[in-house]
């Protein structure tokens, strides 16, 4: 039902095409976007076709977003403007992808890992600036204290 749905906004949506829950596709340009046949766009993942600063103004502008035959975009993503996603490639869930993606691949983000150590806990009676002075930033070489 929801890529009947999303083609009847002006999605392009090829056949055998799995849209889940929460999936939001551009509402003020969807013809600008095209998913091809037996892909999958997995739960809350977020295509965007266009950027506007503050207004529909001249400053904002409209690029497509295509994803090609049998791709696989896992949970949480979010697609920008001006992509392409290769044939057969399969995006790794909570990936922000903002540049092409060659057919046939992995594509993700690096491992989460440890960034800094933190001497004030972050919680309702600690202010934000107070947190950021207690952070003691790890080298990215060997996540390590600096």
């Known amino acids: 039902m929801r890529p009947f ?4 906004r002006g999605v392009k949506i090829g056949q055998n095409v799995w849209i889940s829950q929460h999936v939001y596709i551009d509402e003020i340009h969807p013809e600008a976007v095209s998913i091809g046949s037996n ?8 295509i965007f076709s266009h950027f506007y ?12 977003v295509c994803i090609e035959e049998e ?21 790794q869930a909570g990936t922000v992808v903002s ?11 690096a491992p989460a890992g440890p960034l800094a150590r933190t001497n004030t806990s972050l919680k309702s009676s600690t202010s934000y600036a107070e ?4 952070l ?6 060997d996540g390590k204290d600096s």
């Not at 749905?5 to 009847?8: A, E, K, Q, T």
């Not at 003691?136 to 070489?141: A, D, E, G, N, T």
């Open 5 to 8: 749905l999303h083609r009847c």
């Open 39 to 46: 892909s999958t766009i997995g739960l809350r993942t977020s």
């Open 53 to 64: 600063w503050g207004s529909r103004r001249a400053d904002g502008y409209v690029k497509p």
């Open 71 to 91: 791709v696989f975009i896992g949970p949480h993503c979010v697609i920008l403007p001006n992509v392409r996603i290769g044939k057969g490639s399969v995006i």
């Open 99 to 109: 540049r092409n993606v060659p057919p046939g691949v992995f594509w993700g983000n």
């Open 131 to 134: 947190f950021l002075k207690g």
């Open 136 to 141: 003691r930033p790890f080298r990215k070489s």
